[in-house]
């Protein structure tokens, strides 16, 4: 006879299954909205000094603008906000006192042609100088047309963008920027201090960070990234690529065209590499590469302390090869590798 079998019951209540409430909001963190018609795409420059901003475009022709204020500040802030909206251009300013404060932030070595240390210090330097001027904080909300044109400055907070813009530029002194997708013809983004995650990305794409991660979905145009310390990630590239870490590690995951890659500490991997060149540098990392079947490949490899090994079937030039690719890695300390991706 088997013996009965017991469960022990669990002293915890169960889950409530209903959503929980949203708090309600204080006067200080009510929002205020403007809401106008568009024909059709537009452009918009929004400038918010400080706080997260939010950019979704949807089909339709609504424009809203949602300023949330998160104190007695940023209340008083929303007050003397622009907005504005004729034609197809949509104005979302800061008062001009502030606006004046912001542009050397925006015009600081965050985005010169210094070093990546300068970069990330004149960066961090604007947007603290940012947050001991600015009274209040206030996240913004915008929702636009599908294909409108996006120009966005903030002083220090987070950026989220969602849905398919034509074009966008987007700049932040510190926090992260997430794109669902880039835009269909131009993306550019760069922030002081903080991760860069951009999906699918029909068009180029420009993105700059001082210290942060860049990872990037599958890119149909150029991609040029740069990190002062952070690792590259991208999926598929079917234009140029170009990346840039001071320290940080670099994975591409199929290559077909012009690629530039260096780090200065870290390994460098191209997991397919289909055609085109490649030029690899590293000062202290591995480089591998994995040239997909039916490529002939000229490799040329140095390091200085390290192996090299190319395990590819030597050939007498090209012959009746479907692709042509070039490699050409340097590390001064790390191993090389050449090896033949999986079919």
Known sequence: MSMPQYSTPDPRPAPDPRPAPDPQPTPESRPT???????????????????????RAEDGDAVRVE??????????????????FEGTRL?????????????????????????????LLDGLRGALHGLGGFRGQ?????????GSRIVLHDGAGDVAVSGQLGRLEARTGAGDIALDRGAAQETRLNTGSGDIAVGPTPGDLIATTGAGDVAVGSAEGAVTATTGTGDVILAPVAGAVSV?????????????????????????VV?????????????????TVCVVP????????????GERNVALDPADGAGSAERTLEIEAKTGKGDLRVLRADG
């Not at 206030?138 to 599908?146: A, C, F, G, R, S």
């Not at 840039?244 to 870290?266: C, M, N, P, Q, Y």
């Open 33 to 55: 909205v403007h809401e106008f018609t568009a024909s059709g795409p537009i452009d918009a420059t929004l400038r918010n000094l400080r706080g997260d901003v939010v950019v």
């Open 67 to 84: 300023l949330r204020p998160l104190d007695q500040a940023g209340r008083e802030l929303v007050e003397h906000m622009r907005i504005d």
């Open 91 to 119: 104005t979302v300013e800061a008062p001009s006192d502030e606006s004046r404060r912001a542009g050397g932030l925006f015009t600081s070595g965050a985005w010169s042609d210094g070093s990546w240390a300068d970069q």
């Open 138 to 146: 206030l996240d913004l909300i915008v929702t636009v047309p599908t």
């Open 244 to 268: 840039t870490t001071g320290a940080g590690d670099i994975d591409l995951a199929r290559t077909s065209g012009e690629v530039s890659v260096t780090t200065s500490v870290g390994d460098i």
């Open 271 to 287: 997991r397919r590499a289909a055609s085109g060149r490649i030029t690899a540098r590293s000062g202290v990392g591995d480089v």
């Open 294 to 305: 039916g490529t002939a490949t000229r490799v040329e490899l140095a390091t200085g302390l």
